[in-house]
């Protein structure tokens, strides 16, 4: 079953915008987790933000966590072209490390 | 670095094959899975595995099978091949809960 769902399913920047795009899930987690994959390939992990923590960073990427409204954020900053790609959220509901990922947000940077 | 090896990138097969995926990974971890990706799905859990010789369905497991003899490497079995099985397949691993999983560059598998 999907229990992320990303928003927006698409979102096209140019070279140094900042790129937002957010994650609603409908049941309890212990964590959540961002990953990008690029066209083809696997997905490779960029965050996880537990349950009891309202905000991370990494590097250019800043996220958030809203347990209360069940949803989280993915800012990236000073986007660039190399950013282009697909970018999933990940609910872990409990400690069997068992993911359910939503459909994706497609990030097109342009420049 | 983890590194998940998947044996082909590419697979062709044709309906009623019996098709085997294989998932290989470095980093003795305890936790494998098997992912399906489809246009506008998302990805979705076929099958898992906490421990060798140790399996669980996940949210697809209709159609497949999986097989752990040794712990680095977890093998998808399609029992017999549907043209509704072309699909991204994706393998992950991750030593415990509450940690990243790490994904090889999966296989795309196409089904005549």
């Known amino acids: 079953s999907q229990q992320g769902e990303e928003d927006p399913q698409a979102l096209s920047i140019q070279e140094g915008e900042n790129a937002t795009m957010n994650c609603s899930y409908k049941?309890?987690?212990?964590?959540l987790q961002w990953y990008r994959q690029n066209s083809g390939r696997g997905l490779v992990h960029l965050i996880l933000?537990?349950?009891?923590?309202r905000e991370k960073h990494s590097g250019r990427l800043r996220v958030t966590l809203d347990t209360s409204k069940k949803s989280s954020s993915l800012l990236i900053t000073a986007s660039r072209a190399a950013d282009t790609a697909s970018y999933f959220c990940?609910?872990?509901?409990?400690?069997?490390?068992?993911?359910?990922f939503g459909t994706g947000t497609r990030l097109q940077v342009t420049l | 670095d983890v590194k998940v090896t998947q044996s082909s990138r590419y697979l062709v097969k044709r309906t009623g094959e019996k098709v085997f995926l294989e998932c290989v990974q470095d980093?003795?971890?305890?936790?494998m899975f098997w992912y399906r990706q489809d246009p506008g799905l998302g990805l979705r859990l076929i099958y898992f595995?906490?421990?060798?010789?140790?399996?669980e369905k996940g949210d697809i497991p209709e159609g497949y099978s999986v097989s752990r003899e040794k712990k680095e490497r977890f093998s998808l079995i399609l029992e017999s091949a549907s043209t509704n099985q072309t699909s991204m397949y994706l393998c992950?691993?991750?030593?415990?809960?509450?940690?990243?999983?790490?994904f090889g560059d999966g296989t795309r598998l196409s089904i005549l």
């Open positions: 933000i537990r349950s009891n923590e």
């Open positions: 595995s906490y421990d060798v010789k140790m399996k």
């Open positions: 990940a609910t872990e509901p409990g400690t069997a490390s068992k993911l359910t």
């Open positions: 049941t309890s987690i212990n964590n």
């Open positions: 992950a691993s991750t030593r415990q809960g509450d940690q990243p999983q790490h």
């Open positions: 980093m003795d971890h305890e936790n």
